[in-house]
């Protein structure tokens, strides 16, 4: 009999695969149709969904501390905080809306979550082979650090829109998104470190158990 632990990370996941999915073809359909003309409401069209996959993904910090999804916490952690920041600032800044950065952050985002997610689907099922293991942890690797920096890029396009008031007679608003981008590579840096070991160990766990057969 299937546990209700299983049934729920399942259609946990299967929910934001299909969601990432929706917005993954409504960006790139729209482009298509549109050209650049579609850059302008690209995040009036999806924004509310990307907005709702995200801020579920925050349950996996606690999928992970009760055990019901394998993985390493404080990477999840930082993955999750990042993307959260800059949905937030792009949602509360609407200059910044109808830039190109932003497409191309959300098809980043997206295209990241989709091997992710269908990684997880495979999982649960029992259904793996090497060759999403090989592209979750290989071709995922390169895709996050381009997310990151164009993470990055997106904070240094928002400070000049920031109102100037201060959180206290010293701090700016702009001054301390200025000062969470070493902070964002930092937490970039471990991510992939810790991504390459995993990478290694899934990989080698599934050698073995070919040689085993």
Known sequence: M?????????????????????????TIARFLTFGQDALADTFYSVGFVMSLCQLLSTLELFHIADGIEKARLFPRFIHVT???????????LEEIQSKLVVCVQFLLWNSLDLLRYQHELLRVMDKR?????????????????????????????????????????????????????????????????????????????????????
């Open 2 to 26: 299937l546990s209700l632990r299983l049934v729920y990370i399942f259609s946990y996941n299967l929910f934001q695969f299909c969601g990432h999915t929706w917005i993954l073809a409504n």
């Open 129 to 213: 082979s090497v060759a999403m293991l090989w592209t979750r942890y290989t071709l995922w690797i390169p895709l996050y650090i381009l997310s990151v920096a164009t993470e990055g890029f997106i904070i240094y396009q928002a400070l000049p829109y920031l109102e100037p008031t201060t959180l206290n007679s010293n701090i700016h608003h702009p001054f301390l998104l200025l000062m969470y981008l070493p902070v964002l590579t930092l937490g970039a840096c471990v991510s992939v470190w810790q991504l390459l070991k995993e990478r290694k160990h899934h990989l080698e766990k599934w050698n073995n158990k070919m040689k085993r057969r």
């Open 82 to 92: 990042e993307k959260n920041l800059v949905l937030i600032l792009v949602i509360t």
